[in-house]
C-alpha cells in the first residue's frame, strides 16, 4: 500500500452515493485510485482548480491543500456544499481561495514548491494554458501534474504539448485523466520565451499558413474527397472492364478453336 487508508476512495464513494452529485459534475472513482497510488508519501504542498472529490481526497494526502475555485455554495447542488459535507473531508488542511481562477491564481503567492497540482478550472480557451502558466513554475521535480477532461480538444491541446515536454513524463493515463510526472529538466523561463527549446515547436516548426478564407479551405477539402471518391471509382470501372475483356478474349478463343476442330 501506499502508506494512506486505502478506505478513502471507499469512504468517498459511499458519500457520493448518498447524496446527488454536485453541480460541476465530478471526477470518476478510477481516477481518484490512480491519484491515491501515484502518492506515496504524504505530501506538504498540494494546489487544486475545481473542486469536488478530489478536494476530498487531496485534503488527507496532503498536509497543506488550497483549493481555487468558484463560489457556488448558494447555489444548488453546490460544489463546495459537496465536499465541505462529506465526513472524511480534513477542513484542517484545507485552503480555501474563492473566484475565478482567472483572477485569483495571478495574484497567489506560492508560501512552497507544489508536490501535486489537479487542473480542473475553466475549460475553455485560454483558460487551461492561463491556470499551467502560473503553477508550473512552482512545480518541484518529482511532483505530479494531473491535467482533467482531456477529452475537451483545448484541454487535449495542452496534453499533448505537456506530452512531448521535456519538463513532464507520462505516468498514467486513467478514463480522460492524464497524470504527469515533473522531471529534471529545467523549467522553461516564465519571464523569457524559448519556443525554439519545446518540442512540440521543433516538431512541428514551419507551419504550413494558409491565408485562404475559411469557405475556401472548406471547398478545397470537399474537392480532395470528390477527387478522391472518383479515383477510388475508376480503379474500381477499370478492373470491372479488365475483368469483361478478359471474358470476351476468351470467348473469341473458344470460337477460334471450335472452328479449327471443325466443330
Request: with cysteine; aromatic share 10%; charged share 25%.
Amino acid at each position: 500500500m501506499n502508506g494512506h487508508s486505502p478506505s478513502i476512495t471507499d469512504r468517498i464513494l459511499e458519500y457520493e452515493q448518498s447524496i446527488p452529485q454536485h453541480r460541476a459534475g465530478t471526477v470518476e472513482v478510477p481516477v481518484l485510485q490512480a491519484l491515491e497510488r501515484l502518492v506515496q508519501a504524504p505530501l506538504d504542498f498540494t494546489v487544486e482548480t475545481g473542486c469536488g472529490k478530489s478536494t476530498i481526497l487531496l485534503s488527507n494526502l496532503s498536509r497543506a491543500h488550497v483549493v481555487f475555485a468558484v463560489d457556488d455554495s448558494s447555489e444548488e447542488r453546490s460544489s463546495i456544499a459537496y465536499f465541505k459535507g462529506c465526513p472524511v473531508f480534513r477542513a484542517d488542511r484545507t485552503r480555501l481561495v474563492l473566484g475565478p481562477t482567472q483572477a485569483t491564481l495571478p495574484s497567489f503567492e506560492f508560501p512552497s514548491s507544489i508536490d501535486l497540482a489537479f487542473l480542473d478550472g475553466p475549460h475553455g480557451y485560454p483558460f487551461p494554458e492561463l491556470e499551467y502558466a502560473f503553477i508550473y513554475p512552482h512545480l518541484r521535480p518529482g511532483s505530479i501534474l494531473v491535467i482533467d477532461d482531456i477529452h475537451i480538444p483545448t484541454i487535449h491541446r495542452l496534453f499533448e504539448f505537456l506530452r512531448e515536454d521535456d519538463m513532464f513524463a507520462l505516468a498514467d493515463l486513467v478514463q480522460t485523466t492524464a497524470f504527469f510526472r515533473r522531471t529534471e529538466a529545467p523549467a522553461l523561463d516564465r519571464f523569457g520565451d524559448g519556443w525554439w527549446l519545446q518540442k512540440f515547436n521543433t516538431k512541428r516548426f514551419p507551419v504550413a499558413v494558409s491565408m485562404a478564407p475559411p469557405e475556401t479551405i472548406e471547398d478545397g477539402r470537399l474537392l480532395r474527397e470528390e477527387i478522391t471518391r472518383l479515383q477510388a471509382e475508376r480503379a474500381e470501372l477499370s478492373q470491372s472492364l479488365a475483368w469483361w475483356q478478359h471474358a470476351a478474349d476468351e470467348r473469341r478463343l473458344r470460337r477460334r478453336l471450335a472452328r479449327l476442330l471443325g466443330r
